[in-house]
T-cell receptor
Framework: NAGVTQTPKFQVLKTGQSMTLQCAQD?????MSWYRQDPGMGLRLIHY???????DQGEVPNGYNVSRSTTEDFPLRLLSAAPSQTSVYFC?????????????FGSGTRLTVV | TQLLEQSPQFLSIQEGENLTVYCNSS?????LQWYRQEPGEGPVLLVT?????EVKKLKRLTFQFGDARKDSSLHITAAQPGDTGLYLC??????????FGTGTRLKVLA
């Protein structure tokens, strides 16, 4: 059981470039989300999805797009990278509302925008 | 958006000592979770508390949810180097969204 798989592990982008961070889960979880983690700020929610075809914004959605065409995949797109998007990005999934079983997190993507 | 503040931000202690980490908010949460994160990895769930006043124990870790469901604490007895990591609390905002605290970075010295 792979759980939540994120690729790539590390990425360096130039300002203005675009890229997609991949996230896939094999647990048939209906809920998936993207967080960014910055020093001293904990994890901040970017976008989330409660099922295929359904997405919504979190705390810090600007500069990011998502789509959910299948239950398994939830890619995060940076349309025009900015240095402020330098961060560690985590994808998480859960079955249902995560109220009792919690999230399963991927191992993260460390992104540097220069 | 509700805010969760954790204290202390950093904690360095000797093996065998006890410690308490706090998670506070001015808002009420329907449930609260604690996670531990190690370098280069994603957070891993330790516990979920849902009832005001609830106390849960996980070996040497004791978790408490405040009576008013606005705060929580994590107490570690006889800390070990394996307890080293970043401890995060997360409160439920609505049905699906969890808001994470700022984290407490714990280092236990052998």
């Amino acid at each position: 059981n792979a759980g939540v798989t994120q690729t790539p592990k590390f990425q360096v982008l130039k300002t203005g470039q675009s890229m997609t961070l991949q996230c896939a889960q094999d647990m048939n979880h209906e809920y998936m989300s993207w967080y960014r983690q910055d020093p001293g700020m904990g994890l901040r929610l970017i976008h989330y999805s409660v099922g295929a075809g359904i997405t919504d914004q979190g705390e810090v959605p600007n500069g990011y797009n998502v789509s959910r065409s299948t239950t398994e995949d939830f890619p995060l797109r940076l349309l025009s990278a900015a240095p402020s998007q330098t961060s560690v990005y985590f994808c998480a999934s859960s079955f249902g509302s995560a109220g009792s079983i919690g999230y399963t997190f991927g191992s993260g993507t460390r992104l540097t925008v220069v | 958006t509700q805010l969760l503040e954790q204290s202390p931000q950093f904690l360095s202690i000797q093996e065998g000592e006890n410690l308490t980490v706090y998670c506070n908010s001015s808002s009420v949460f329907s449930s609260l979770q604690w996670y531990r994160q190690e370098p280069g990895e994603g957070p891993v769930l330790l516990v979920t508390v849902v009832t005001g006043g609830e106390v849960k124990k996980l070996k040497r870790l004791t978790f408490q949810f405040g009576d008013a469901r606005k705060d929580s604490s994590l107490h570690i007895t006889a800390a070990q180097p394996g307890d080293t990591g970043l401890y995060l609390c997360a409160g439920a905002e609505g049905t699906y969204k969890y808001i994470f605290g700022t984290g407490t970075r714990l280092k236990v010295l052998a």
